[in-house]
Nanobody
Framework: VQLQASGGGLVQAGDSLRLSCTIS??????????MGWFRQAPGKEREFVASVSRDGRRISYTNAVKGRFTVSRDKDGTGNLQMNILRFEDTAVYYC????????????WGRGTLVTVSS
């Protein structure tokens, strides 16, 4: 199982950016696995950003991104994180992860992609 996040970059405050996460391996088409997005800013602990079920129906966001970020899944299982009205404090390395729906442990992790928002 491999997860690969992409789409990071350098943007200005107020801009938008779209991250994607591809999944390969046995869980790619498994509807029992959810996808999550996390981020880790410099000097801070990694924090939860958003999650989405395989069918895209169950979605959760951290309060800091509600109304600005939108998480989704494509038919092939690829996850997307549309980030609008980016703020300086959104600067972080963003990671995607996967877990069984019934589990609280994020089992699989991808390499992060850096998002830098200039003020």
């Amino acid at each position: 199982v491999q997860l690969q996040a992409s789409g990071g970059g350098l943007v200005q405050a107020g801009d938008s950016l779209r991250l994607s996460c591809t999944i390969s391996g046995r869980i790619a088409s498994d509807y029992t696995y959810d996808m999550g997005w996390f981020r880790q800013a410099p000097g801070k602990e990694r924090e939860f950003v958003a999650s989405v079920s395989r069918d895209g129906r169950r979605i959760s966001y951290t309060n800091a991104v509600k109304g600005r970020f939108t998480v989704s899944r494509d038919k092939d299982g690829t996850g997307n994180l549309q980030m609008n009205i980016l703020r300086f404090e959104d600067t972080a390395v963003y990671y995607c992860a996967a877990k069984l729906r019934a589990s609280s442990i994020w089992e699989y992790w991808g390499r992060g992609t850096l998002v830098t928002v200039s003020s």
